[in-house]
């Protein structure tokens, strides 16, 4: 017996500013879906979240939801209007004996409960709606970019109470990483068609790009068809002209239809230009330090920087990240120790906080009143890489219409202010790209070219993200903030990263939770429920594991040498394999134990 949806969306039609959005949209939410909801910013994805909570009403179709089910939507921008504190918010609507339940992902989410609302952030305003959403367990949760202003431990924290609630969730998000760990399913929305494939996000990619290609074999036939027809009509039509009126209106179809298709919206036609080559060395610290009010930001800590590194900073909110990086970039003193650049430093800074924007100019002024873009005497150019470009030109390949450049800045979107930074950005010649948090709000597409972009950048990068998978992609070396101004160099990528550490108490907790903790047990012998070969196996995977253990932990050591990866290369990617096929090797051995414990135990 087929089970009856949690949520079904019928014929769903809404028009905004006279553009269709959706026309003739259906799709269906069951019990226990785990949805990735994808597509192109500006594609409609958080207006059909909102037309699924219920709080954008459709111009035609029909939102249902399952009798006596609830649903529950974290908001981009959540309504505080009337509540003191961020704790005051979050609790609202729970009985007594469920407040713990905001103390505790408040904990996972860092937020501060008492913290005011007036004084509160964005980002503190929005972990706090999460808070809450998580707290109450609706049956359905309506996710909207739940990892943004969430530092990777925070995100760690969400993916493991997501992947054991019993609610059903479609979610929003940029992050690879974290769509790849949740989704199983994925809503595809692309020029107001949604389509839906019974996959995770990990082939998402695979399955667009097959769409596309269909798309355009098909339009590729059409227009052969087309040219056919109107040559036919052009050379015979006069000889055939009654008996032929029907083949003439199928020409006219068929060019109808092909105005009918709806052409792609390509990427940004975003592009980086090194300016002069900086020295081979580009920023040295020498056993820098850093408190403030008597907290410690920064123990000592020495670095070289040399031209063509790419470094990525990462660790939690607040443990001084941004500050580390001011420091190399010489924005703020040192207690103790120096920092000196190398020659011929060309900078160019990304900023987190979108200070580089007036909400209150248009793009065209935000471009135009830029000192290092204006042309003298012409309102209407922007100096781009040397070269004059008139500015509606120039929007347009970050994807900005003609109306939009006369638009206030604050009338963007996320990732459209995102965009528009990374014009500013790179109308500049550089050869040092400071970037913190540019990934934030970005379609996945433009992560895609601005990974592709930082590849080909000959000059160094300097880049503080939360996004594993994008740093992953992109760096060479990691820098971890781990607390207590405690700041270590690390070979590689995000991954990398993970493997060199030494592994914390509370992650081999969290390693631990799927597997019983009968595998740290280990008995030697089992006396019933076994054939001999399976009793002499469980007492030797004891052993077995102790030793994988023991390989594991040398592989570390020797990889937690920072220098490795520049200095032998070829020894460190085999170490990096070695340690992989280790750690798979473990889980296995691990797993069959339990196996084995289980059967013998009845």
């Given at each position: 017996m087929a089970r009856a949806p949690l949520l079904q969306l019928t014929d769903i039609s809404l028009t905004f500013g006279g553009d269709p959005l959706f026309h003739d949209l259906s799709l269906v939410i069951q019990l226990g879906d785990r949805v990735a909801l994808v597509g192109r910013n500006g594609s409609g994805k958080s207006t059909l979240m909102k037309v699924m909570a219920g709080l954008v009403l459709p111009d035609d179709g029909q939102v249902s939801l399952s009798p006596g089910s609830s649903v529950g939507y974290m908001e981009q921008d959540p309504d505080m209007t009337g509540f003191a504190t961020l704790g005051d918010f979050?609790?609202?609507?729970?009985?007594?004996?469920?407040?713990?339940?905001?103390?505790?992902?408040?904990?996972?989410?860092?937020?501060?409960?008492?913290?005011?609302?007036?004084?509160?952030?964005?980002?503190?305003?929005?972990?706090?709606?999460?808070?809450?959403?998580?707290?109450?367990?609706?049956?359905?949760?309506?996710?909207?970019?739940?990892?943004?202003?969430?530092?990777?431990?925070?995100?760690?924290?969400?993916?493991?109470?997501?992947?054991?609630?019993?609610?059903?969730?479609?979610?929003?998000?940029?992050?690879?990483?974290?769509?790849?760990?949740?989704?199983?399913?994925?809503?595809?929305?692309?020029?107001?068609?949604?389509?839906?494939?019974?996959?995770?996000?990990?082939?998402?990619?695979?399955?667009?790009?097959?769409?596309?290609?269909?798309?355009?074999?098909?339009?590729?036939?059409?227009?052969?068809?087309?040219?056919?027809?109107?040559?036919?009509?052009?050379?015979?039509?006069?000889?055939?002209?009654?008996?032929?009126?029907?083949?003439?209106?199928?020409?006219?179809?068929?060019?109808?239809?092909?105005?009918?298709?709806?052409?792609?919206?390509?990427?940004?036609?975003?592009?980086?230009?090194?300016?002069?080559?900086?020295?081979?060395?580009?920023?040295?610290?020498?056993?820098?330090?850093?408190?403030?009010?008597?907290?410690?930001?920064?123990?000592?800590?020495?670095?070289?920087?040399?031209?063509?590194?790419?470094?990525?900073?990462?660790?939690?909110?607040?443990?001084?990240?941004?500050?580390?990086?001011?420091?190399?970039?010489?924005?703020?003193?040192?207690?103790?120790?120096?920092?000196?650049h190398g020659t011929k430093l060309a900078p160019a800074v990304f900023d987190q906080a979108r200070a580089g924007l007036d909400p209150d100019m248009s793009l065209w002024d935000s471009l135009t009143g830029d000192k290092e873009m204006r042309v003298s005497g012409q309102a209407d150019q922007v100096m781009v890489r040397g070269a004059p470009r008139h500015v509606v030109g120039y929007l347009k390949e970050f994807l900005f219409d003609d109306a939009q450049a006369r638009a206030p800045v604050r009338s963007l979107s996320g990732g459209e202010k995102a965009r528009l930074l990374l014009a500013k950005l790179m109308a500049r010649e550089s050869n040092l790209l400071v970037m913190d948090e540019p990934t934030n709000d970005l379609d996945i597409e433009t992560l895609d070219l601005l990974q592709e972009l930082l590849d080909d950048y000959d000059g160094t990068v300097l880049l503080v993200s939360h996004d594993r998978d994008f740093l992953d992609r992109v760096v060479t070396t990691t820098i971890a903030m781990e607390g207590d101004g405690q700041a270590v160099a690390y070979a590689g990528g995000w991954s990398d990263y993970r493997a060199q550490r030494p592994e914390k108490a509370e992650e081999k907790r969290d390693k631990a939770q799927p597997k019983p903790a009968a595998v740290e047990a280990r008995p030697k012998a089992v006396k019933t429920g076994l054939s001999f070969t399976e009793k002499h196996r469980l007492e030797a995977l004891p052993g077995e594991i102790e030793r994988l253990e023991a390989e594991i932990a040398k592989l570390e050591e020797l990889m937690a040498d920072p220098e490795l990866f520049t200095r032998e290369p070829v020894k460190f990617r085999k170490a990096s394999e070695a340690l992989v096929t280790r750690q798979e090797a473990l889980a296995a051995a691990e797993e069959e134990w339990l196996t084995l414990a289980e059967k013998a135990e009845g």
């Open positions: 979050a609790t609202s609507g729970l009985e007594a004996g469920e407040l713990y339940k905001v103390e505790r992902a408040g904990e996972g989410l860092k937020f501060d409960p008492a913290r005011a609302v007036q004084t509160a952030s964005g980002g503190e305003r929005r972990r706090a709606a999460l808070a809450k959403l998580m707290a109450e367990a609706p049956d359905l949760m309506l996710l909207d970019e739940p990892t943004n202003h969430l530092d990777i431990e925070a995100i760690r924290w969400l993916e493991r109470e997501l992947g054991t609630t019993r609610s059903a969730f479609v979610m929003i998000s940029h992050d690879r990483a974290f769509l790849r760990e949740l989704s199983r399913a994925t809503l595809w929305i692309d020029r107001g068609m949604t389509r839906r494939q019974d996959k995770g996000f990990d082939a998402f990619e695979a399955w667009r790009d097959k769409v596309w290609e269909e798309e355009d074999q098909a339009r590729h036939k059409l227009n052969r068809l087309i040219k056919s027809e109107a040559k036919w009509a052009v050379e015979g039509i006069s000889a055939r002209r009654k008996r032929n009126q029907g083949r003439v209106r199928a020409l006219q179809a068929l060019r109808a239809e092909r105005a009918a298709q709806i052409k792609r919206q390509g990427t940004a036609a975003m592009a980086l230009e090194a300016g002069p080559k900086s020295g081979k060395k580009v920023i040295e610290a020498e056993a820098i330090t850093k408190s403030y009010d008597g907290k410690l930001i920064l123990k000592p800590f020495s670095i070289k920087i040399q031209r063509g590194d790419r470094v990525g900073f990462v660790g939690p909110n607040g443990v001084g990240k941004t500050t580390l990086l001011k420091l190399l970039m010489k924005e703020i003193e040192p207690d103790m120790g120096k920092v000196s």
